[in-house]
């Protein structure tokens, strides 16, 4: 692949960003008002958001969560048929993966600045704005990976089958009667792993340093949000030190960063 031809096919042209713009604008506004939702192990995730945004803390004790008679499940104690949280002591924890709950504070914040919130005003738990928080971030997460479908494909793909790789990723998929459904753990990391495809096809021989670095970095973050992610993650490594063996020290930096 010699550089003009890559450097060809990096430039964004003026057919290419209209058509992620509409892509993007279709595919958010399909997800965000399709009727149906699914909030069950991520319920809470956007409450633990709220605790790290406000207390900078990943205990829920301060907010009013009844104290249920413990229910062992999963190796632990949990608050009673609330499985997703976890009893520690005295404390209340959010049991599943916390990656998406981190990674999602700034929308909460927005959310927040918006009057929009997972805690009510005396402190109790708001599930219907837990779910608006949920399905308006996956809507947002699930049409930029869909938009990077489209501009990754344009890479390797003619304009016409690149629109169609990102129609039926959108529509064909889990993507929208799943991952787009509620803040799943594999919403965000389907974000983060669109990201990671489109730099390494990008990348190659021609970014700097810091950018492979960038690329190693959404490696690390997609395994802490699922663990079952890290067979994805040594894939994509081995295509790295495939592509060029001194990526090894981005394989290495991603995950510890």
Excluded at 109 to 127: I, Q
Excluded at 161 to 184: D, F, P
């Amino acid at each position: 692949m010699n550089e003009f031809w890559l450097q060809a096919r990096l430039r964004i042209g003026k057919r290419n960003v209209i058509a992620s713009g509409l892509i993007f604008a279709s595919t958010y506004l399909i997800f965000l008002f399709s009727p149906l939702y699914q909030v069950s192990d991520s319920k809470y995730s956007m409450l633990l958001s709220q605790s790290l945004l406000e207390y900078r803390s990943f205990s829920l004790d301060h907010y009013a969560i009844p104290r249920l008679k413990p229910a062992v499940g999963d190796l632990t104690y949990k608050n009673g048929n609330m499985y997703q949280i976890e009893l520690v002591g005295p404390h209340l924890y959010y049991f599943p993966a916390q990656g998406s709950s981190v990674l999602s504070v700034p929308y909460v914040a927005v959310a927040n600045a918006l009057g929009l919130s997972a805690v009510n005003e005396d402190g109790t738990y708001n599930a219907l704005g837990e779910i608006k928080i949920q399905t308006g971030l996956a809507a947002l997460l699930m049409a930029v990976a869909v938009t990077i479908f489209f501009l990754t494909s344009r890479l390797i793909l003619p304009f016409g089958w690149s629109v169609v790789v990102a129609v039926g990723a959108a529509l064909g998929t889990q993507i929208w009667s799943t991952a787009s459904r509620g803040l799943w753990s594999h919403t965000w990391t389907t974000f983060l792993s669109a990201l990671v495809v489109y730099l390494l096809l990008a990348a190659d021989h021609s970014l700097p340093a810091a950018v492979r670095s960038f690329r190693g970095n959404r490696r690390g973050l997609a395994c802490r949000i699922r663990a079952l992610f890290t067979l994805s993650l040594r894939q994509a490594g081995a295509e790295l030190l495939r592509r060029k063996p001194a990526n090894v020290f981005c394989i290495c930096a991603g995950p510890a960063g």
